[in-house]
């Protein structure tokens, strides 16, 4: 596709409900991120994938988070059990490539998120 | 872990005014990242610096990394209501960023 894809745009859950938030990555894109943003913070980083294969999930704030990207293109960030504090913007950037170094990284393509408001 | 600091939060200016970002980190960056972010809207790319002391221009956007590479700062000349929108640095060595809490510009016009 042109870009990134995010939906929902918009989410509202009540406190304790199961949310899934997908994203469609460009075309060929091999890295896929997810940030969390909170009002007014700039984007935390969330988790990591190379093709299919989940590298770093450092940034999940709990077991409640948990993202898969099965045949390494698009993706979903899953919140078991929503409370207040995951309110937030979900972002999803997508990489053509893989390495990065000392010689820098490729551009971070980013959708236009998902707002989750969690009642 | 790595944190990147960012000031000052906010920054109001009369269009025509010039406007400067600083970016700041305790440790070494290996490349630091620029992104602009409209209000309601995502990141978008500006640049990305990697050498000690490297300067880079975009029109009336001066984009600096420092000698030590522990500071980075965005420079806006004669601002127009078009820059509007927070800015953030960003940095990171495995492909993940780590970013700074943002600037956001307004402009009066």
């Known amino acids: 596709g042109a870009g990134v894809s995010q939906s929902p745009r918009y989410k509202v859950a009540k406190r304790g409900q199961d949310v899934a938030l997908r994203c469609d990555p460009i075309?060929?894109?091999?890295?896929l991120f997810w940030y969390q943003q909170a009002l007014g913070q700039g984007p935390e980083f969330l988790t990591y994938f190379q093709n299919e294969a989940q590298l770093d999930k450092s940034g999940l704030p709990s077991d409640r988070f948990f993202a898969e990207r099965p045949e390494g293109s698009v993706s979903t960030l899953k919140i078991q059990r929503t409370q207040q504090e995951d309110s937030a913007v979900y972002l999803c950037?997508?990489?053509?490539?893989?390495?990065?170094?000392?010689?820098?990284?490729?551009?971070?393509?980013f959708g236009p998120g998902t707002r989750l408001t969690v009642l | 872990g790595q944190q990147v600091m960012q000031i000052p939060q906010y920054q109001h200016v009369q269009e025509g005014e010039d406007f400067t970002t600083y970016c700041n980190s305790s440790?070494?960056?290996?490349?630091i990242q620029w992104y602009k972010q409209r209000p309601g809207g995502h990141p978008v790319f500006l640049i990305q610096?990697?050498?000690?002391?490297e300067v880079k221009k975009q029109k009336r956007l001066t984009f600096q990394f420092g000698e030590a590479k522990k500071n980075s700062s965005l420079h806006i000349t004669a601002t127009q209501t078009t820059d509007v929108g927070t800015y953030f640095c960003?940095?990171?060595?495995?492909?993940?960023?780590?970013f700074g809490q943002g600037t956001t510009l307004q402009v009066k016009p």
């Open positions: 960003g940095s990171g060595n495995t492909g993940k960023l780590i």
């Open positions: 440790t070494t960056l290996s490349n």
């Open positions: 075309s060929g894109h091999v890295s």
């Open positions: 950037a997508s990489r053509r490539g893989w390495l990065a170094g000392v010689r820098g990284t490729d551009t971070q393509y």
């Open positions: 610096l990697v050498k000690s002391g």
